[in-house]
């Protein structure tokens, strides 16, 4: 393909990108040449590399247009003027990568595969969106590393359920932002999303709603039956999208709250019987799994086989939100099984409360015997679970820190400002229905997860920091979009710089050349939070 228009410049790269990398030092070289002529080599026999290195040609041909093709070798010589991915245990941190450029070449170097499709990301955002026969790609030594070895997104496909194809756009643009790990939101009380081969209903009957409120819990209700799933064969087909591109997929199978579509499906596992209606509100249900029951356990075991089969994530969400007790407080078995294991109300914590402990220190057991560990939500810190459990602070950023000086690890998503679903200013007169609340883009830049007055020996208790993109308002896919771009970007730097890296003036200088890359994959993106300041102060 040949461009009519003579370029007046050769476009050059600007490897100043979100997130910024740790260092870019000049070297002493011309620039290097990328043309069409380049190859990407990578090791022969190395799978993994093969597949990133179709991937950077991919990236490549999407930006500028240039069409590169790829190599297997293992001969030094073959790196002169070509771009090389090279696995190197000297570069520092599992996941961070090296690279330099000189007018004889670039090599990409990791510790690992996953580094170097790291330092992919970091020379894809450098590319000038142009089609051009030749890139200038000026001559330096990059390196970088993540801060944290959690990076998070979250998304729930419940409260609105979305396809194949938008959580795999979700995940490619995770990727572009460096990001690691989506926390998948799967059951909820208005929607139940996985195929389960053992309970059938759950996702034929517990996956539709008769209906959806309009507004805010307002008492009109659309009447639209609304819902759908995911088979077990596409959940695999995304899992592996994501493995691909470095992203672990954890499932967050909500529990013993949030569960009124497995109770519509299968009403003997409330305590009431039912019947029970798949939720068309938003908010919290006074019904919830009845523990009193071995039969509930032997469910939620046998849901759970099924999903470790599916999710090779060692994380397994367990939810534990939002539970209210009144069900539990009148279930004649519920309180048999507080008399029959003995558990007392301790402190603040009710007897009931310290049922849930029992119940999640049982799934939390099961799940160990089979290599998986829990993540559930901060309630957990009020029902007596013990430090094996990975706390997720939602309600604060208190109860992590809390948490942290507990002994258990944690991963920070305070709801101000790492809730996605909330606004990106205070004048949200004209932006699309959103939850409520509010977080800039300044917020979100600014938030740092790990409490100063923390000790040092409780620090590495902090396993990352997550957003979180609830749907209850958010019923299409330039909507998500909208909701968290450009947040991410602000996301990505908690993320991979130390708090003394950090600058957002100068973060909000490189973030144009990010939203061009938006702009040139066609995502929807708020471009109000580009130029508007003090969004956080109601204005008319
Ligand atoms: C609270 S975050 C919830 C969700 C809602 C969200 C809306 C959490 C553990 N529970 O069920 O969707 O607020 O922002």
Not at 209 to 228: E, M
Not at 286 to 297: Q, Y
Not at 327 to 354: V, Y
Not at 502 to 526: C, I
């Amino acid at each position: 393909m040949f461009s009519v228009v003579a370029l007046a410049q050769t476009p050059r790269a600007d490897y100043r990108v979100v997130p910024l990398p740790d260092e870019i030092n000049g070297i002493k070289s011309a620039d290097f040449r990328l043309t069409e002529q380049c190859l990407i080599n990578y090791p022969t026999g190395n799978r993994e590399m093969e597949r990133n290195a179709s991937m950077l040609s991919q990236y490549i041909e999407e930006l500028t247009g240039l069409h590169l093709s790829t190599r297997p070798t293992l001969n030094a010589k073959d790196r002169i003027g070509n771009i090389s991915l090279l696995i190197d245990p000297k570069v520092d941190n599992d996941e961070g990568y090296s690279i330099l450029i000189t007018t004889k070449g670039i090599e990409i170097s990791g510790q690992s595969p996953a580094g170097v499709f790291f330092g992919m990301q970091m020379l894809r955002k450098s590319l000038p969106i142009a089609t051009a026969k030749e890139i200038l790609m000026p001559a330096a030594q990059i390196k970088s590393s993540p801060r944290f070895g959690y990076r998070g997104m979250h998304l729930d496909c419940v409260r609105h359920f979305f396809s194949v194809e938008t959580v795999k756009r979700y995940i490619d643009i995770m990727a572009l932002h460096g990001m690691n790990r989506l926390h998948w939101h799967l059951t909820d009380d208005q929607g139940w999303r996985v195929e389960i081969k053992k309970y059938p209903r759950l996702a034929e009957v517990g996956g539709w709603r008769n209906g959806t409120t309009l507004g805010h819990n307002s008492p009109v209700n659309d009447g639209i039956r609304y819902g759908g799933y995911y088979t077990q064969d596409q959940i695999r087909d995304i899992v592996s999208y994501a493995a691909d591109r470095y992203i672990t997929i954890i499932p967050e199978i909500d529990m013993p709250g949030h569960m009124v579509a497995a109770l519509t499906a299968y009403p003997e596992l409330g305590c009431t019987g039912g019947p029970y209606e798949v939720w068309g509100m938003w908010g919290v249900h006074d019904d919830i799994l009845c523990v009193g029951k071995d039969h509930t356990l032997e469910f939620v075991k046998d849901v759970l086989n099924e999903v470790m089969q599916l999710f090779p994530s060692e994380y397994i969400h367990i939810g534990g939100d939002e539970s209210p007790r009144v069900r539990w407080q009148e279930c004649p078995l519920c309180q048999q099984r507080i008399r029959d294991e003995g558990i007392r109300a301790e402190g603040k914590q009710s007897a009931e409360a310290r049922l849930q402990g029992w119940f999640t220190t049982q799934i939390k057991h099961y799940l160990a015997q089979h290599g998986k560990r829990i993540i559930g939500w901060d309630e957990l810190l009020g029902c007596a679970v013990d430090t094996t459990a990975t706390i997720m602070s939602w309600t604060g950023a208190e109860p992590g820190a809390r948490g942290a000086m507990l002994g258990h690890d944690v991963i920070m998503t305070p709801n101000t400002p790492m809730y996605f679903d909330h606004y990106q200013t205070k004048s949200y007169w004209n932006e699309p229905t959103a939850f409520g609340g509010c977080a800039t883009l300044k917020m979100v830049y600014d938030f740092e997860p790990v409490a100063s007055n923390l000790p040092a020996d409780k620090r590495r208790h902090i396993l990352g920091v997550q957003a979180n993109l609830w749907t209850e308002y958010i019923t299409c896919e330039p909507q998500i979009q909208y909701q968290v771009l450009p947040r991410m970007a602000a996301l990505a730097e908690l993320q991979w710089l130390q708090p003394e890296e950090k600058d957002y003036n100068d973060f909000k200088a490189r973030l144009p050349r990010l939203v061009e890359m938006y702009k040139h994959y066609n995502w929807t993106y708020r471009a109000k939070s580009l130029v508007t300041e003090n969004e956080d102060k109601a204005e008319n």
